[in-house]
């Protein structure tokens, strides 16, 4: 998985809650083929997750956990023990971006952190937080 192609895509497959619940799964996309190559358990529920600039992904599953992309492992440690809606990974500027709801009737807080995990920055932004999209000029 080391030389992974740059189509190849890490997509978190999202499990029902139910009394017959099964752990989650991350499937890995080949985007040129449109294929699912292999899977990553999980456990939980994972909900969103966000791809970094070497080969790791950030997976949102009750807190953010790291996988390796070249062992195809989530990592048994949470990396940031925090509950939050929707994560992304900006670039640019190296940093992890994570939105935290406080519900539908007041606003969300967004937390930077940098690649060790440790909060950088913070603001408040609107009602329900769900995903993040970078501009760069």
């Keep these: 998985m080391g030389n992974m192609s740059s189509a190849a895509v890490l997509r978190s497959l999202l ?5 017959n619940a099964r752990p989650g799964e991350s499937a890995l996309i080949d985007g040129n083929i449109a294929t699912v190559i292999d899977f ?8 969103d997750l966000a791809l970094n600039n070497s080969a790791k ?3 949102l599953n009750g807190g953010i956990f790291e996988v390796d992309m070249n ?13 939050f809606d929707a994560i992304n990974y900006f670039f640019d ?3 992890l971006y994570a939105a935290e709801s406080q ?15 440790a909060a950088v920055d913070s603001f408040n932004v ?3 937080p769900n995903g993040f999209h970078f501009v760069v000029n």
């Design 126 to 128: 609107g009602i329900a």
């Design 93 to 95: 500027q190296d940093r």
């Design 40 to 47: 990553i358990e999980t456990e939980g529920h994972p909900s």
């Design 103 to 117: 519900g539908y009737t007041q606003n969300g807080k967004t937390v930077i952190y940098d690649v060790q995990g």
């Design 15 to 19: 499990t029902e809650t139910s009394e």
């Design 71 to 83: 062992t195809l492992t989530v990592a048994q440690d949470t990396f940031i023990n925090r509950f």
């Design 57 to 59: 992904v950030y997976l």
